[in-house]
């Protein structure tokens, strides 16, 4: 695959985490679920697995924040299996904010494998760890 390629890959990757965590953050479940191709599913530890859009708008309606909060995604490193396959490895702090200001709650580590479906890349899995 050429340089240009991947680049191209990797831009259209880090766009997707990022809409997705724009869209967590402030609540948007069904921009959330948009982001998932059908069969999508999302992995977390201590749960059984969350496959498909209906699963995963229930689930996302559920987590819906109730107060300020932010995902901040770094260190994402993108691997290309070809043009319309890709996977990426993010580390993940989740921050809150109470009455003291923003506290930082949980530190993660996202494994995700992406799928470009009409020329749109989107999730096919994300495999969320805790850090503790």
């Given at each position: ?21 724009h ?46 909060q ?8 993108v ?6 396959e ?11 904010r ?35």
């Amino acid at each position: 695959m050429s340089e240009s390629t991947q680049a191209w890959v990797a831009a259209g990757v880090r766009a997707v985490i990022g809409a997705h965590t724009h869209a967590q953050d402030a609540g948007r479940t069904d921009d959330i679920v948009a982001l998932y191709t059908p069969d999508g599913v999302l992995e977390l530890p201590g749960t059984d697995p969350v496959q498909g859009h209906d699963a995963l708008r229930e689930a996302f309606k559920g987590w819906a924040p109730t107060q300020p909060q932010l995902h901040m995604v770094t260190n994402t490193i993108v691997g290309s299996a070809g043009p319309d396959e890709a996977t990426a490895s993010s580390d993940v702090l989740f921050f809150q904010r109470g009455e003291a200001g923003w506290a930082p709650l949980v530190a993660g580590h996202y494994e995700d494998t992406f799928r470009r479906v009409d020329g749109n890349w989107m999730f096919q899995r994300r495999v969320t760890t805790y850090q503790v």
